[in-house]
Each structure stands twice: as structure tokens, then as C-alpha cells.
């Protein structure tokens, strides 16, 4: 395995980030998939690598796993910030493509992440649907208008929300997944097949169950996996198996 730690100026976002890969080079060949991997809030490119696994389920499954940094945006292109969608969708993949040997079959790259990266990666998907064949949302945001009038959030987490989403918090469709859906829905008939995951003990258990519920009527490809674990790395980890087996085996069994 080969871990590739990339600081990189980019033009979108007019200052240099970072962007963490993972990728097998034991075979000599070009892996057959490309996976990006979206943190949440609060962690930034290297948390995955540092916290989970993720390098033995890259070998496992002859993947490149693309972690950029995304900071606390909500890979949003922000009312007063920087256009970190449009940098996860359009200037990330060109790079990468150019740096990497990726494969950039739509049917070999994936898209999947936590919280804030499980918001970003549903986006991802119901955005571009062409572009990804399959995508995981583990403990995510799915429901952004109940995110944002938590009435638990603290004052500065205000703010930030502002920053992202506008002085009034005024959700627009392109920022919200049930809207993204149905769009999709309306216009081509399907989405790439979806998998969340949610710990019964997560504070954002209630908005994923009734995601999957909404998914559910739909007709979708979807599959919804609850287990015990609270907003945490522990079932993260454990899950971050479910995940891969979703993407490259389809094993996962609906719970």
C-alpha cells in the first residue's frame, strides 16, 4: 500500500489544502476502482487514515481512496466562504485524474462518507448520478434543514451555518437531499444505488430513519443498516466493512 499525503494550491479555493490517498501498488497495476472517502465536521483529509482501517479494506478491494479537505463547509459552495462543491466535484477528480492512474468509469467510482461527509457524499450522488455507482452515508446529515435549526446548537456553530448556508438559513435544492432526489427522480427515474448506516444511540438517528422511510417509497436501489453505537469511531469503524461490502460485494442485508 501507498499512502500519498498531497499539499496542493488550489485554484477554486485560492489556497493550498491538503488531500490524503491510500492506494495498493502491490500488483503493479492500476487499481480497478476509485473511492472518495468525505470527512466530517470537526476532523479534516487525514482523520480516516489515521482512525480507521481504511488501507486494509483499500487492498482488499483494489481501491485508490481519495480523502480530501473539505474544513466545517458542508461541501457547500458557501454564501460567505469558498465553493468547496464545486472543488469536491469538478477540480478534486480532474487533479487526482491527472496525478493518479485512476480508473474514471463512472461504474468504478464511488463516493461515501461521515456526518457532515455522509451529507456531502448523499449530495454527491443525487447531484451527479452519472458520475458515481454507488454511495454510503455513514451517521449523515440527511436532513439539513433539521441540522440547521437544531435548537441545541451552539452560538459559534450559528454562525458557521451562516457563513455556509446564508444569514437566514434558507436551504436551497440544490442543498437539499429530499429535493436532490426527487429532481433526479423526476428527471431520470433512478439514483445510484445508496447505503446509510446509523447507531441507535446517534443523535441523528431520527433523521436518518426517516430518510430511509422517504428513500423507501421511492423505489430505490436503498439500503438502511441500524446497530448499536452512538456519533463515534467505534461504529465507524465497524461499519466502514458494511460500507465496502456495499460498494464492491453488495452483501449488506437491510436491518
Not at 80 to 109: H, M, V, W
Request: hydrophobic share 35%.
Amino acid at each position: 500500500m501507498a499512502h500519498i499525503t498531497i499539499e496542493t494550491g488550489s485554484p477554486t479555493l485560492c489556497m493550498t489544502t491538503s488531500i490524503h490517498v491510500v492506494s495498493p501498488v502491490d500488483s503493479g497495476k492500476p487499481p480497478e476502482n476509485t473511492l472518495y472517502l468525505l470527512h466530517g465536521a470537526g476532523d479534516n483529509a487525514s482523520t480516516w487514515q489515521r482512525l480507521t482501517t481504511v488501507e486494509l479494506y483499500a487492498h482488499k478491494y483494489n481501491c485508490t481512496v481519495i480523502m480530501p479537505e473539505a474544513n466545517r463547509s458542508y461541501y457547500t459552495d458557501m454564501t460567505y466562504g469558498l465553493n468547496y462543491f464545486y472543488y469536491i466535484t469538478k477540480e478534486l477528480p480532474e487533479f487526482c485524474s491527472r496525478l493518479f492512474q485512476l480508473n474514471t468509469d463512472p461504474a468504478r467510482t464511488f463516493v461515501a462518507g461521515l456526518s457532515m461527509g455522509g451529507y456531502g457524499a448523499l449530495k454527491c450522488a443525487f447531484t451527479y448520478p452519472g458520475r458515481y455507482a454507488k454511495a454510503v452515508s455513514l451517521s449523515g446529515v440527511t436532513d439539513i434543514r433539521q441540522r440547521i435549526h437544531d435548537m441545541d446548537m451552539p452560538p459559534g456553530m450559528l454562525k458557521e451555518m451562516q457563513a455556509v448556508f446564508g444569514p437566514e438559513l434558507e436551504i436551497q435544492p440544490s442543498q437539499d437531499l429530499y429535493a436532490l432526489a426527487r429532481q433526479r427522480l423526476e428527471e431520470t427515474g433512478k439514483l445510484p444505488p445508496i447505503l446509510c448506516c446509523c447507531g441507535t444511540e446517534d443523535p441523528f438517528i431520527g433523521m436518518n430513519r426517516e430518510f430511509a422511510a422517504y428513500m423507501r417509497q421511492t423505489g430505490s436501489d436503498f439500503r438502511y443498516v441500524e446497530g448499536p453505537g452512538a456519533h463515534e469511531w467505534r461504529f465507524w469503524e465497524e461499519h466502514l466493512e458494511t460500507a465496502f461490502d456495499f460498494l464492491f460485494y453488495d452483501k449488506t442485508q437491510e436491518e
